[in-house]
């Protein structure tokens, strides 16, 4: 089964600074914590994918009628902490097991060592069809 | 009984050869790229059983040429009609040198309809024998996708008129720093990739240093091409020292140079005087001398910074390329102090606006200075806007450690 795993850039619910504000250290904890993390999930062959993307400030949004000049707007729009920061696509047995690497990921290492405890949102990739 | 890697290496060295050699005799670039695939296909399937040909080349090449006048056969059986191009005594091929073959083919590769991923896409195809698999995992593309890619570069070239042949006349130079720019652009994507986690993909760079290799045994006397060479080496020669164990990335004045290829930079500093003896220095080589300067310094604090202004002076008056003189403004710094360089950046602020390496330069610059607090404000501005996941996590590293510095020498109760 197929889970998108999704990091906004909202949902950290402890007092935790932007990055630029962390130690070194702390930045380096955070980081491997995310390497070995897709390392083991590649290793049990279930890391589909994982990105991180680009900052909200040069997120642009696209509105067309099909017809006239599509209008696009800068963002961060219309709240930042609704944007994606990064995502992984996992391939996995079940929800419970997307759900555990979701658990995870939401305890990664922040400023002072603490797990972040973000939310992250799980969501299953839709499929082809089921045959009977 | 040779083993499956020598196999492997053996076809992949023979695939622009046995190319060249079918698109020369049946002159369909996009069929003859199939039928050479093909062959391939079949070589790897029976040389480990039957054992490798005597002549493995010959053997690609018959075995190629028969799927194509197969193919032809049944073409023409479709249309009604007999063709005899198969047979035709004017398309047979030439006795020219294999490595001139591989020039052409590098040639036809890198046509001015393509645009540069195509290029690149159907030289590593072509000319460097990658797999699309292969292309598409160093470009992070799904195989399918880099197979159109390729697929329809190969139609933009059966759409074009030209024969199998080396361009003429003025057409020649220019398609030669077209060839240059893909094989440049090639390394580059190998050596610091634009986006993604990943730092260096080497093989790319490998592949690009060897499709250098082959231009020059094809063109000995051309001192650009010696100068690209030159410096491909010199710079992937630090590649060992560019990233620790954990993958990030280390700058040029910390690197242990005692990890520096030391023979893949012997050779490049060769090269580079054979090319400058030759006069008409062109942009590579000045890259390439600069790149030397950095490569002749024992430790950093050695550099010559001076001659590497100057080098870039000269690269900036030949190119007119913004970032060269972004590098010229971090010489500046080293030779006359950072106000000198944060001077020169100031002109940059049109032309490279909210790019990445002009805020990480003048917060480097900054920092040299003394102004922490702006400093850190370049830092950030340069983490949010740059592409690359590892150089992300070093600026932003950079604003964290000079801010820990300001935290803890600030007085109490601020």
Redesign the interface.
């Known amino acids: 089964m197929k889970f998108m795993v999704l990091q906004a850039y909202g949902g950290v619910t402890r007092d935790v600074p932007p990055m630029g504000e962390w130690t070194p250290e702390a930045i380096e904890a955070h980081i491997k914590f995310q390497k070995d993390l897709n390392a083991e999930l590649q290793e049990r062959g279930e890391l589909v994918d994982a990105q991180g993307l680009a900052t909200p400030e040069l997120a642009k949004f696209v509105v067309s009628n099909g017809a006239a000049a599509p209008l696009v707007t800068d963002g961060p729009f219309p709240e930042s902490k609704e944007l994606l920061a990064g995502y992984r696509v996992i391939d996995v047995e079940s929800t419970e097991r997307a759900l555990e690497i979701a658990a995870q990921v939401s305890a990664a290492p922040a400023h002072d060592g603490a797990p972040i405890e973000q939310s992250i949102e799980v969501r299953q990739v839709m499929g082809p069809p089921i045959e009977d | 009984m040779r083993r499956a890697a020598d196999n492997e290496d053996l076809l992949r060295e023979a695939a622009p050869r046995v190319l060249a050699a079918v698109v020369r005799r049946f002159g369909d670039f996009a069929d003859s790229e199939d039928a050479v695939q093909e062959a391939m296909v079949d070589a790897s399937r029976q040389w480990p059983a039957q054992g490798t040909p005597e002549n493995p080349v010959g053997w690609l090449i018959h075995v190629a040429s028969r799927r194509m006048t197969d193919r032809i056969r049944s073409e023409s059986a479709r249309r009604g009609r007999e063709d005899a191009v198969a047979a035709d005594p004017t398309k047979r091929p030439e006795a020219l040198p294999d490595h001139d073959d591989t020039l052409v083919l590098m040639f036809m590769c890198c046509h001015p309809a393509l645009t540069p991923a195509s290029a690149i896409a159907l030289t590593l195809r072509a000319v460097a024998g990658l797999t699309t698999a292969e292309i598409g995992n160093a470009f992070l593309v799904p195989e399918a996708t880099m197979a159109q890619r390729i697929s329809r570069a190969k139609q933009s070239i059966k759409a074009s008129p030209e024969p199998f042949r080396m361009p003429a006349g003025e057409e020649r130079p220019e398609r030669l720093r077209s060839v240059l720019r893909v094989i440049y652009l090639i390394f580059n994507e190998g050596y610091v990739t634009s986006s ?2 990943e730092l260096a993909r080497a093989e790319l760079a490998a592949e690009a240093i060897r499709l250098a290799r082959i231009a020059r045994i094809a063109l000995p006397e051309d001192p650009e091409v010696a100068g690209l060479l030159a410096l491909m080496l010199l710079t992937d020669a630090r590649r060992p020292a560019r990233t620790d164990a ?3 990335l280390i700058p040029l004045e910390e690197q242990d140079r005692s990890l520096w290829d030391r023979k893949a930079i012997d050779e490049g500093v060769a090269l580079l005087a054979d090319a400058v003896a030759r006069g008409a220095v062109g942009e590579y080589q000045l890259q390439a001398a600069i790149a030397a300067e950095h490569a002749g310094a024992a430790r950093a604090k050695d550099t010559d910074w001076r001659e590497i202004f100057g080098l870039y002076g000269l690269l900036e008056k030949m190119t007119g390329n913004p970032m060269v003189a972004l590098n010229r403004a971090i010489a500046a710094a080293m030779v006359d102090g950072p106000d000198a360089g944060l001077a020169l950046l100031e002109d940059l602020d049109k032309p490279l606006d909210g790019h990445h390496r002009l805020h990480a330069t003048r917060a480097h610059l900054l920092e040299m200075s003394g102004d922490v607090d702006a400093a ?1 404000a370049e ?2 501005l340069a ?3 740059t ?1 690359s ?1 590892p150089e ?2 070093y600026l ?2 950079q ?3 000079l ?2 510095r300001r935290r803890s020498s600030s007085p109490q109760g601020d």
């Open positions: 993604g986690p954990a993958g990030k850190i830092y950030g983490a949010d806007r592409n996941t992300q996590h932003t590293t604003a964290a450690r801010n820990t």
